[in-house]
């Protein structure tokens, strides 16, 4: 099986910056995708940004030009870099990957973090 251990989160002003992390861990034969997604009270759980294996990303418009989200495969760990923070960024930001496992031996399937909390308020 795959564990994800998400840190960073935390409480911040509007404007301000914030660096999530996330590690996989355990018998994990490749990944491909790894993302962020987050969850605002109420709401639905929304994609911010993903990255592939070949470094391709995909944003969120609402996050585009804010957010940069980076992946080192060697330690696989993904990254999301936020800056320029708003109220309606406030959110349970949880990560996940595409991965497939040796042990149990696993086609590609999803894997998900516990989530961490981002509130961004003045």
């Known amino acids: 099986q795959v564990q994800l251990v998400e840190s960073g989160g935390g409480l911040l002003q509007p404007g301000g910056s914030l660096r999530l992390s996330c590690a996989a861990s355990?018998?994990?034969?490749?990944?491909?995708?790894m993302g962020w997604y987050r969850q605002a009270p109420g709401k639905q759980r929304e994609l911010v940004a993903y990255?592939?294996?070949?470094?391709?990303?995909n944003y969120a418009d609402s996050v585009k030009g804010r957010f940069t989200i980076s992946r080192d495969n060697a330690k696989d760990t993904v990254y999301l870099q936020m800056n320029s923070l708003k109220p309606e960024d406030t959110a349970v930001y949880y990560c996940?990957?595409?991965?497939?496992?040796?042990?149990?031996?696993?086609?590609?399937?999803?894997?998900w973090g516990q989530g961490t909390q981002v509130t961004v308020s003045s």
């Open positions: 355990g018998s994990i034969s490749s990944i491909s995708a």
């Open positions: 996940n990957c595409n991965a497939r496992t040796y042990y149990p031996p696993t086609s590609f399937r999803d894997y």
């Open positions: 990255i592939t294996s070949g470094a391709s990303t």
